[in-house]
C-alpha cells in the first residue's frame, strides 16, 4: 500500500471529480493520502474531506509563502482554531519562495517563523515548502532546533549537498514526480543516494508535476494522487529495491511522522 504525502484536493482543477480522485486512488493502492492547506480557506476544505474520509485521509493547515501576505490577526486565530483537530497532523504548507515573491520575503519570514512557533506550541510536525531560499530556510530551522517535532521537506528538487543539509537538520525528504523526468532529476537522483529509508517519503503535488515517464498520459495532464504508484516505482528502481517494499518503508515513515496509526503496514 502506498501513501501520497501531498494531495492539493482543493485546487480547482479536482472541484468537479474529487470524490472520483479519491477512489481512483484507493482502488490503485493508495490507502493515505494527506491532503494539503495552503492558506485558511484551503486549509478548511482540507480538513473538511479529511473528516468525510477519515479511514484515508488526513489534512495539514497553514499559510504557504505565497500567500503570507494575506494573514492578519483573525486568520491566524481561525488558523490555530484547526490544530485541535486530531485530523489535521501538521502545520504548513509553510516556508519560504523566493522564486517570484508573490509575498515580500520579510512577510515570509514573519509568517514562517509564526507558524514554526504554532507547531512548537502544538507539538505538531512542520510540512515544508522552499523554493530559492535554502540559505535563509536553514538558518530559521537552526534557530528552531531541538524544539520541533519533526519537519519534512516538501517535493524537494535540490542537490545532494542541499539534501545532506536538511537531513542534518533532522528533516524528512519528499520526492515528487519531479524525480521522473529526465530532463531535469539529474540532481535529485543524486541526492536520493544519500536519503536514508527511514527518512524518506513520496508526494505527488497533484495536480502538479505527473510523472513524465507514466503510460498513458491523461489528455488533462493532470497529475492524480493515484499516480504515486509510478513516483514509487521509479524510487524503487533508482534505489535498488523493490516497489512492495518501498511502498512499506515509506508508508511506515508517513505513519511515524505524521502519528498516523497503520492498522497493517505489512500488506
Same mark, same amino acid.
Given at each position: 500500500?502506498?501513501?501520497?504525502?501531498?494531495?492539493?484536493?482543493?485546487?480547482k482543477q479536482?472541484?468537479?471529480?474529487?470524490?472520483?480522485? =479519491?477512489?481512483?486512488? =484507493?482502488?490503485?493502492?493508495?490507502?493515505?493520502?494527506?491532503?494539503?492547506?495552503?492558506?485558511?480557506?484551503?486549509?478548511?476544505?482540507?480538513?473538511?474531506?479529511?473528516?468525510?474520509? @477519515?479511514?484515508?485521509? &488526513?489534512?495539514?493547515?497553514?499559510?504557504?509563502?505565497?500567500d503570507a501576505?494575506?494573514?492578519? *490577526?483573525?486568520?491566524?486565530?481561525?488558523?490555530? *482554531?484547526?490544530?485541535?483537530?486530531?485530523?489535521?497532523?501538521?502545520?504548513?504548507?509553510?516556508?519560504?519562495?523566493?522564486? &517570484?515573491?508573490?509575498?515580500e520575503p520579510?512577510?515570509?519570514?514573519?509568517?514562517?517563523?509564526?507558524?514554526?512557533?504554532?507547531?512548537?506550541?502544538? *507539538?505538531?510536525?512542520?510540512?515544508?515548502?522552499?523554493?530559492?531560499?535554502?540559505?535563509?530556510?536553514?538558518? =530559521?530551522?537552526?534557530?528552531?532546533?531541538?524544539?520541533?517535532?519533526?519537519?519534512?521537506?516538501?517535493?524537494?528538487?535540490?542537490?545532494?549537498?542541499?539534501?545532506?543539509?536538511?537531513?542534518?537538520?533532522?528533516?524528512?525528504?519528499?520526492?515528487?514526480?519531479?524525480?521522473?523526468?529526465?530532463?531535469?532529476?539529474?540532481?535529485?537522483?543524486?541526492?536520493? *543516494?544519500?536519503?536514508?529509508?527511514?527518512?524518506?517519503?513520496?508526494?505527488?503535488?497533484?495536480?502538479?508535476?505527473?510523472? !513524465?515517464?507514466?503510460? @498513458?498520459? @491523461?489528455?488533462?495532464?493532470?497529475?492524480? @494522487?493515484?499516480?504515486?504508484?509510478?513516483?514509487?516505482?521509479?524510487?524503487?528502481?533508482? !534505489?535498488?529495491?523493490?516497489?512492495?517494499?518501498? +511502498?512499506?518503508?515509506?508508508?511506515?515513515?508517513? +505513519?511515524?511522522?505524521?502519528?498516523?496509526?497503520?492498522?497493517? =503496514?505489512?500488506?
Amino acid at each position: 500500500m502506498w501513501t501520497d504525502i501531498c494531495v492539493n484536493l482543493s485546487n480547482k482543477q479536482f472541484e468537479k471529480d474529487a470524490r472520483e480522485v =479519491i477512489e481512483r486512488a =484507493i482502488h490503485s493502492g493508495v490507502t493515505r493520502m494527506l491532503i494539503v492547506g495552503t492558506d485558511l480557506e484551503h486549509s478548511l476544505e482540507a480538513l473538511k474531506w479529511a473528516e468525510q474520509y @477519515p479511514d484515508f485521509l &488526513r489534512c495539514t493547515a497553514g499559510c504557504h509563502p505565497h500567500d503570507a501576505k494575506t494573514m492578519n *490577526s483573525e486568520s491566524w486565530n481561525d488558523l490555530e *482554531s484547526l490544530f485541535s483537530s486530531p485530523l489535521v497532523v501538521a502545520v504548513g504548507e509553510c516556508g519560504l519562495d523566493f522564486n &517570484r515573491n508573490f509575498s515580500e520575503p520579510d512577510v515570509q519570514v514573519e509568517v514562517f517563523t509564526k507558524q514554526l512557533y504554532l507547531a512548537e506550541k502544538y *507539538s505538531l510536525p512542520v510540512y515544508l515548502h522552499e523554493r530559492d531560499a535554502h540559505q535563509e530556510m536553514i538558518r =530559521i530551522l537552526q534557530q528552531f532546533q531541538n524544539r520541533l517535532t519533526t519537519k519534512v521537506i516538501h517535493c524537494f528538487t535540490g542537490n545532494k549537498d542541499q539534501a545532506m543539509s536538511y537531513l542534518e537538520q533532522d528533516c524528512y525528504i519528499g520526492v515528487t514526480g519531479w524525480i521522473c523526468d529526465e530532463r531535469r532529476n539529474h540532481d535529485l537522483i543524486d541526492a536520493l *543516494s544519500i536519503i536514508p529509508k527511514d527518512r524518506l517519503m513520496l508526494e505527488t503535488d497533484a495536480p502538479y508535476l505527473i510523472p !513524465r515517464n507514466l503510460t @498513458p498520459k @491523461p489528455k488533462s495532464r493532470r497529475c492524480e @494522487p493515484m499516480h504515486i504508484v509510478t513516483v514509487g516505482d521509479t524510487v524503487a528502481k533508482l !534505489r535498488g529495491v523493490s516497489s512492495h517494499d518501498l +511502498a512499506k518503508q515509506t508508508t511506515s515513515n508517513s +505513519a511515524r511522522f505524521f502519528n498516523w496509526q497503520i492498522k497493517d =503496514i505489512n500488506n
